[in-house]
């Protein structure tokens, strides 16, 4: 089974002559080659990533930041649905449009993870662990903690959590969806949600960038 860079050993090893060994492969990986092989595939994605998000109609359209989409987020949107439809597809737009004022923030944080990065962590990906998940790792909560500011901002400039919270007022159908007896929409809530969806949405593209392109190296050598 292929796994996504296998130390960048295998990538570095393409050009390398036919019959040099697995072992050598790994030790080269863990050199400042290997390292920057790996650091430019991440630097790629992440830049795959950015240019999504600073584009609303392409960070709408993308299934994996859909995907990313907290459940507490996704039920919400599924009663909306019953009641204002067309609330649904707006809420989504402002966030789209929230997601393009992350970029600057998200950017060097990521950069940053990116060329701290360790032999230690080239191991790691040796021994099968993907490089985004590294990358996941160290800066997920960092992330979300720093662009959520932003995302607040806004959608309270928006409106849209008084339009949600008028849409069901009058309802106990956010305190069966997010617990409690709770009948409004926090503005703390919606903005943490919507940036959890940011920046797993936006790890979900860096890893579909990593897996896509290792496949592409390895493939030569029936790995």
Avoid: W
Avoid at 18 to 34: E, F, P, R
């Amino acid at each position: 089974m292929k796994k996504y860079i296998i130390a960048a050993a295998l990538v570095i090893c393409t050009g390398a002559v036919i019959n040099t060994t697995m072992q050598s492969c790994t030790t080269l990986a863990t050199t400042d080659l290997g390292l920057s092989v790996i650091k430019k595939l991440l630097l790629n994605g992440i830049n795959k990533g950015m240019g999504i998000y600073g584009n609303k109609d392409a960070f709408l359209q993308n299934n994996l930041v859909d995907k990313a989409l907290p459940k507490e987020l996704r039920d919400i949107n599924s009663t909306l649905e019953k009641i204002a439809p067309s609330l649904v597809a707006k809420e989504k737009d402002y966030i789209a449009q929230a997601a393009s004022y992350t970029v600057n923030v998200s950017r060097p944080i990521l950069e940053g993870a990116v060329n701290s990065l360790s032999a230690q962590d080239v191991t790691r990906i040796i021994q099968g662990t993907t490089a985004t998940q590294i990358l996941k790792e160290k800066t997920q909560q960092q992330l979300v903690a720093a662009i959520m500011p932003k995302v607040d901002e806004q959608l309270n400039q928006y409106g849209i959590v008084k339009t949600i919270n008028t849409a069901l007022s009058g309802s106990n159908l956010l305190g069966s969806l997010l617990g409690g007896n709770t009948n409004t929409v926090s503005s703390g809530g919606l903005s943490q949600l919507a940036s959890e969806q940011m920046v797993n949405g936006l790890f979900n593209i860096i890893e579909d960038y990593e897996h896509q392109n290792s496949k592409a190296l390895l493939g030569p050598l029936g790995k």
